[in-house]
């Protein structure tokens, strides 16, 4: 069964939540941009690793010295046994915490050119921060590229992207048009609105390609089975009271 709200899903926002379902809306969305884009243009699943490599993050521990070289044996040629050097002792090696950054990309099909850019956004995105400035930087290169970019924020938390006079709501769509830049279409979205329809931006001056993100929320939501498992706890950012009475309607009951 769909997603009960209209729009985004509130409790869908919680930190130990989010990154698998934002991979799922990527792969979803894949799928249903596929459908629309083909032949011409393919879509791409995109993902980078980044490392954090600050001192205080977690550790492993390791020995300084822990055998020596096998010695062979003189016919065979045969490893022997390792044979301990000398007593290890325990030292820690900085562990640089892992972030993984993932995106879509349409590609033309004869060229594989980018054409556009597809970004939803995480809450490391959009959270003061290392990856907040690596996104932000990774922004940037793209407006000066030839590439349209496509911005979802689907997170009520954390400080939107910059954005000249931005608007005051909960979520938003951002489409930069390469032709067009600085300017960018933005749709405001609140917590109560139905999820528009979004414009994906292809060759210049040709058309765009609509992508339905309600029917796409819904089908992940279905097929990972979020309503048996996503209602325990109340919403992370939390709701003002107003909302929390509004959003209790559509809450499933057992």
């Known amino acids: ?48 690793l980044h490392i954090d490599e600050s001192e205080d993050l977690r550790v492993f521990a390791v020995a300084d010295v822990a055998v020596s070289e096998a010695d062979r044996e003189a016919e065979g040629g045969v490893a022997t046994a390792a044979r301990a050097a000398v007593k290890p002792l325990t030292r820690t090696i900085p562990l640089g915490l892992k972030q993984k950054h993932r995106w879509l990309t349409v590609r033309d099909s004869e060229s594989n050119v980018v054409v556009t850019v597809i970004e939803l956004l995480s809450p490391s995105n959009k959270n003061r921060g290392d990856d907040r400035e ?72 040709g058309p765009d390609v609509w992508l339905d993100l309600k029917a796409v929320l819904d089908d992940v939501y279905d097929n990972a089975g979020y309503a048996n498992r996503i209602y325990h706890a109340p919403p992370d950012p939390p709701l003002s009271p107003r909302d929390a009475k509004w959003a209790a309607k559509f809450v499933p009951t057992a």
């Open 1 to 48: 069964m769909p997603s009960p709200f209209p729009g985004m899903n509130p409790y869908l926002e919680r930190p130990n939540l989010w990154r698998g379902f934002h991979g799922l809306m990527l792969a979803q969305m894949t799928y249903a941009l596929t459908r629309v884009v083909q032949p011409h243009f393919y879509v791409e699943y995109e993902e980078a």
């Open 134 to 205: 690596a996104y932000l930087r990774k922004r940037d290169r793209l407006l000066l590229s030839s590439a349209h970019l496509v911005e979802i924020d689907l997170l009520r938390g954390g400080p939107p992207m910059p954005l000249n006079k931005p608007p005051r709501c909960d979520y938003r769509y951002l489409v930069s048009r390469q032709p067009a830049r600085p300017k960018a279409q933005v749709w405001p979205i609140d917590l109560r609105d139905e999820l528009p329809p979004l414009p994906v931006p292809l060759r210049n001056g």
